[in-house]
C-alpha cells in the first residue's frame, strides 16, 4: 500500500466528483449507474461475481470505475488491480480506445 498514491488518487477523484458535465449525464442514463452500489458491495463481499447484460449498459467502461471509486473512497485506491476480459481481440481495441 502507498498512502501517497493513495492520497493523490483522492486528491483527483475529488475533483472529479465535484465536476458535473455532458459525459456524468450520459454515464447516469446508463443502466449500470442504477446498479452501481450493488455491484460494489457484492465485489467487497465475494471473492468472485459475474456480470451480464446488454450490450451497451455499461459493464466494461463504468463498472471499473465504480470498483476504483469505491477503493479511492476507502483510501486503498493504491491496492486495486481491475482486469476487463473481451472476448475477441477488436473488441478489447475498441473498449481501450474508449476507456483511455
Request: hydrophobic residues 35%; positive net charge; proline residues 3%.
Amino acid at each position: 500500500r502507498d498512502s501517497k498514491v493513495d492520497s493523490a488518487l483522492k486528491a483527483e477523484y475529488d475533483k472529479r466528483k465535484v465536476r458535473e458535465d455532458v459525459i456524468a449525464k450520459k454515464v447516469r442514463a446508463l443502466p449500470a449507474w442504477t446498479k452501481r452500489e450493488e455491484v460494489v458491495d457484492l465485489i467487497n463481499n465475494h471473492q468472485v461475481i459475474i456480470i451480464s447484460g446488454e450490450t451497451g449498459c455499461g459493464k466494461t467502461t463504468q463498472i471499473p470505475q465504480y470498483i476504483l471509486d469505491d477503493a479511492i473512497d476507502r483510501g486503498c485506491g493504491s491496492t486495486c488491480s481491475i482486469v476487463c476480459t473481451q472476448p475477441r481481440r477488436l473488441a478489447a481495441v475498441g473498449v481501450a480506445t474508449r476507456v483511455a
